[in-house]
């Protein structure tokens, strides 16, 4: 059986070389680094799970956070935990509260809070002091008649960060919506800065997309996307005046890591949307609504996640309406191969076997691997493969020990680019590098082959997880990874780019009057190293005869070098002369020693007005200080002396000196 994935991502994987000690700002400049924004994954009161490609890490924290039926986080690109929300309040990497940090979200909603970092490219900084984020909160709708309880809705704050105070509420509590389910996500927009929100309304089936791109202030009305399901009070709840909030509005909305499907849970009535979604205009379309199987396998839809390629989606259904003891199911479905409600629903494997174990919230990791979480707090799940078709996809119940006596119902909510992580990543693309790859999830691997597209390149695969291979020259490879594992073969492809050198150039040798220097210039690139020089300018200026060594770096980190000779040319000229001297050698300026190899010579003198006075192109014939065969005035006057030098390969070397020349009696 072989399963072929096309990836169409692009990973800007790189070099981290130092070339000397002067260059050492090109450290990891361009390395690509797995993004870790969404990596610490709380578990409250007191626990983070520390997620990326080596594994999931417990970490306990001094202080507890109150109960919460989900949150949101948001961490630094490298993985550190800077700021988490359980709805009601927002908290520092400590677990302490933020001075002004209470916000109106509800603790008891799915997806209580999401963190959006403003004006959002490609990371979120290590330098805090460029941080600035919204916090979006949910409420959970109800009924009660009482003005105070009644829910308010989504509402949103700013954060940001100074030295003096750390982080702070900038703005808080703007309400957007006056009703909401407890479902957000967000994701960035497709080639542009900025960030899609997605909240869905109550009583209706509207979606409402936000653009949080470049301001403080949500300032632009929302897209509203009337499609799929209505999210409301279901059928045995709507006509009972004792029922205040409804279970259709607790579950949980994802987006793929590719930014192309959006999934979202209504447990009341057991069904799941998937819907595709266009991140570049922030447009769903195509509804696909699975409910009402014979086995009534969605009764209680909660959780629901994807897998890193887009092509299963994972849901918890909890059967809550069943009462009593009841089956809850972790299950998988497959929406590659399958394109409608039916075959969707006939490709559900339920992949847990103890059922009663209360499975919850599904989280995917920087890992690319999915996390459950279980109601009993003793131990967190995890999918080792979610790209796995069923039981493949080695799901096990009790894979990390949390050692809590209160479960999670959900767990943290992120927006998904955050979790767009490659299969496997690479680095050293240059041109002459030895380019090394890496699996990001090596779990359950027993062979990989790899092609890495140059039949002429050098590879090493004595290390499968860890192959290099030498590219026969710069281009656009793609690169396929046949992974084996149980018999079963899965096939990746992605690019791989090999950047060409950069081509310093110096110019030719130069020849340069001495006590005058040449300016050498490489072109522009980003970082220059004069070898022995202790320069990391652009613009050398030579003084002295030698050779001369650039290395420059470009802005894809590839290195490369140009060398040059300069020779310093004494020309012995005078300082002075006297026309009117009984030593016949102080009578007349010129070259005094000849040079080999000058060719075009010319002279000429000139007075302080420009007037010239004097031109020979004879190196032997000088100025004897003299105009129109009269002596000129005492004083100084300048000279400009014009040759070419013949190399060792005959080649034609300009040079110019220009000085004064005093005469004196």
Not at 134 to 143: A, K, L, M
Not at 361 to 369: D, K
Not at 626 to 648: A, C, H, M, Q, R
């Amino acid at each position: 059986m072989i399963k072929t994935y096309i990836l169409k991502r692009f990973f800007l994987l790189v070099i981290v070389m130092v070339f000397s000690t002067t260059i050492v700002l090109s450290q990891n400049r361009c390395s690509y680094i797995l993004p870790e924004e969404a990596s610490n994954i709380i578990l409250v009161p007191d626990k983070i799970i520390h997620t990326n490609k080596e594994g999931e890490e417990v970490i306990s924290k001094g202080y507890s956070i109150p109960f919460s039926k989900g949150n949101g986080a948001i961490s630094t690109h490298s993985g550190e935990l800077l700021l988490i929300c359980n709805g009601k309040t927002l908290f520092g990497n400590d677990f302490q509260p933020l001075n002004n940090g209470g916000v109106e979200g509800n603790s008891g909603s799915a997806q209580s809070a999401i963190f959006v970092p403003l004006n959002f490219d490609k990371e979120v900084s290590e330098d805090k002091l460029t941080h600035q984020f919204f916090v979006f909160t949910t409420d959970i709708p109800n009924r009660i008649p009482i003005e105070d309880l009644k829910d308010k809705g989504l509402h949103y704050s700013l954060i940001e960060y100074n030295a003096s105070e750390g982080y702070y509420v900038r703005k808080k509590n703007i309400n957007l919506l006056p009703h909401c389910t407890e479902k957000i996500a967000a994701i960035k927009k497709k080639n542009s800065n900025g960030m899609w929100v997605i909240a869905h309304g109550w009583g209706d089936n509207n979606f409402y997309i936000y653009d949080a791109t470049d301001t403080t202030t949500i300032t632009a009305p929302p897209r509203v996307q009337s499609i799929g399901y209505v999210h409301n009070y279901t059928d045995s709840e709507i006509d009972n005046p004792l029922v205040y909030e409804s279970q259709n509005s607790t579950g949980v909305m994802k987006i793929s890591p590719d930014g192309t499907r959006l999934a979202v849970a209504l447990t009341g009535d057991g069904i799941v949307e998937i819907f595709d979604f266009d991140s570049e205009t922030g447009v769903l379309s195509n509804p696909i609504t699975l409910s009402g199987s014979e086995d009534n396998i969605l009764l209680g839809a909660f959780g629901v996640e994807f897998s890193p390629e887009g092509e299963y989606l994972y849901v918890t259904a909890t059967h809550s309406q069943l009462g009593g003891i009841k089956d809850n199911e972790l299950i998988q479905f497959d929406i590659k191969n399958n394109t409608d409600a039916v075959s969707i629903l006939q490709s559900a494997v339920v992949i847990n076997d103890d059922m009663e174990k209360d499975v919850q919230g599904l989280q995917l990791t920087a890992g690319r691997r999915i996390l459950v979480s279980h109601e009993g707090g003793a131990f967190i799940g995890r999918i080792d493969n979610p790209e796995r078709k069923g039981t493949l996809c080695n799901y096990h119940e009790n894979a990390i020990e949390i050692n809590q006596v209160i479960g999670a119902k959900n767990v943290t909510t992120f927006p998904a680019n955050f979790l767009d992580i490659p299969v496997f990543i690479y680095d050293m693309k240059c041109y002459n590098d030895v380019t090394t790859f890496e699996v990001v999830n090596p779990l359950n691997i027993d062979n990989i082959t790899w092609d890495f597209g140059d039949a002429d390149g050098v590879s090493d695969i004595s290390d499968f997880m860890h192959p290099t291979h030498e590219y026969s020259q710069s281009g656009t490879y793609w690169v396929t990874m046949d992974i084996e594992s149980e018999g079963i073969h899965y096939v990746y492809t992605d690019s791989v780019i090999i950047h060409e050198l950069p081509r310093p150039d110096l110019g030719e040798d130069r020849f340069v009057i001495s006590e005058s220097s040449v300016e050498l210039y490489p072109g522009n690139y980003y970082a220059y190293d004069w070898l022995d020089l202790g320069s990391t300018d652009s613009v050398f200026y030579a003084h002295d005869s030698g050779e001369y060594i650039v290395r420059v770096e470009d802005d894809n980190c590839c290195i490369n070098s140009d060398t040059i000779m300069v020779s310093m040319i004494k020309l012995n000229l005078p300082n002075a002369i006297n026309p009117t001297s009984i030593i016949q050698e102080n009578r007349v300026f010129k070259i005094k020693e000849g040079i080999e190899g000058i060719t075009d010579y010319e002279m000429f003198i000139f007075n302080r007005w420009g007037q010239m006075l004097f031109a020979s192109n004879d190196i032997a014939t000088g100025w004897n200080g003299t105009y129109d065969n009269k002596l000129v005035p005492v004083g100084s006057y300048t000279y400009l002396i014009k040759f070419n030098l013949l190399d060792e390969n005959l080649q034609k070397k300009a040079v110019i000196k220009k000085g004064m020349i005093t005469v004196v009696k």
